[in-house]
């Protein structure tokens, strides 16, 4: 299999996307995901991810099934997405029309010293997710092809499923707020109000 | 008989407990002994009853629900317990509320060998990982106990599982 080798820069790409956020909500995989939605500005409705590895697809499917009207984003890596495959399955016979799932894919295990994943070798996840059900996968290897992308991830029937190409290139290092009680104290009063959240 | 014809009156306990605890959101691994509470959740239009593939995706998906203002409960046999172990340092970590029902296999009666290692393993990584325990081994008490659980993790943010024991279940003829 031919290798196209990624060249869209992620805090770029992660830029793009939440410029339009509105008010979606985003679920981040663990990881540079998590860096790249502190970096492009902080969101009490971003609930930045330290752990669960393989668990931000299904933590977007709950909070989407919970909030059907409201747009959910998970952004994740290659990595974290392959770790739970089983939940595109899970989520591909949920149908949820509010989700849309975003692989940030640089091919690489970023975090732990850059070995290839899967996805280096061919693995092919938009494929993988629409046999699994999804109404719409794709792959993004250009800026325009991005450009299409965006506003769907905002407005079309999902569930969707995107796998955008990154290269490895180092970004400088973001860190949001880590204490995951007060990350998810604050995502739940900006979204249900302190009342609410706290009942 | 087989365990999966059975009918029998706590099931239905337990989804009235649920019910009652404002669940919205059941995440299952399917079970014999879960399969008549299964079906009624799966008939109720208020509850989105949700098959999964492996057990820890519950734990991740019912976290997701929680931020969204929604409560659930995962189902499960104890076999499944091992595999949510790092996805419950999450819960603990985030103090996320979490219900789970576990019925168990492996020990009151079990004919297959192979169910019994992870069955004896439940209580010991489910503490380890700081999950609050609360075993019951008497039809009449799992209602009360599912409802005490529930008040237990959503009113103190914690990981509650209810461990139902095989004796109550009966252990699967191979026959």
Redesign the interface.
């Known amino acids: 299999m031919k290798h196209r080798k990624p060249t869209l820069d992620r805090r770029v790409v992660v830029a793009e996307i939440l410029k339009q956020r509105g008010d979606a ?1 985003i ?1 981040p995989g663990l990881g540079a995901p998590t860096w790249d939605c502190a970096a492009a500005g902080d969101n009490p409705l971003t ?1 930045y ?8 697809a ?10 059907p009207r409201r747009r959910v984003l998970v952004i994740t890596g290659d990595g974290e997405l392959l770790m ?1 495959l ?2 595109l ?2 989520i591909g ?2 149908q949820p029309r509010n989700l849309a799932v975003i692989v940030i894919d640089n091919e690489h295990y970023g975090e732990t010293g850059m070995q290839p994943t899967h996805t280096r070798y061919g693995v092919d996840l938009p494929a993988m997710a629409r046999a699994a059900g999804f109404r719409s996968a794709g792959t993004v290897y250009t800026s325009s092809q991005l450009k299409t992308w965006i506003p769907r991830f905002y407005r079309k029937p999902g569930p969707m499923f995107c796998s955008i190409k990154v290269t490895t290139e180092d970004a400088p290092l973001v860190l949001p707020a880590r204490d ?2 007060a ?2 104290n604050r ?2 009063e900006a ?2 109000g302190i009342s ?1 959240a706290y009942k | 008989m087989k365990a999966e014809k059975q009918t029998v009156a706590w099931p239905l306990g337990i989804y009235q407990a649920l019910k009652q605890a404002g669940v ?2 059941v ?1 299952y691994v399917p079970d014999a002994g879960h399969s008549q509470l299964i079906k009624a959740c799966h008939a109720d239009r208020e509850i ?1 009853a ?5 057990e ?15 409560r ?1 409960v995962l189902l499960m046999q104890s076999s499944g317990a091992g595999n949510c172990i ?2 419950l ?2 819960i603990a ?4 509320p979490l219900l789970m029902i576990l019925t168990m296999r492996g020990h009151w009666g079990e004919f297959n060998p192979w169910q019994v290692p992870m069955s004896q393993a439940t209580v010991p990584v489910l503490n380890a990982i700081g999950v609050v325990v609360q075993p019951v081994d008497r039809a009449a008490e799992i209602a009360e106990t599912v409802s005490a659980a529930a008040r237990l993790a959503f009113s103190t ?1 914690r990981a509650v599982a209810v461990l139902i024991s095989q004796r109550v279940i009966g252990a699967k003829q191979f026959k």
């Open positions: 909500l679920m609930f991810s330290w752990g669960g590895m393989g668990g931000a299904m933590m977007g499917l709950g909070l989407a099934l919970a909030q739970g089983g939940s399955a899970t016979v949920q995951g009680t990350i998810k995502f739940r979204l249900l609410e | 919205k959101q995440a989105k949700v098959c999964l593939t492996t820890e995706e519950g734990v991740a998906m019912l976290a997701g629900a929680w931020l969204g203002g929604e659930g790092n996805m340092g999450m970590e985030c103090r996320f943010g």
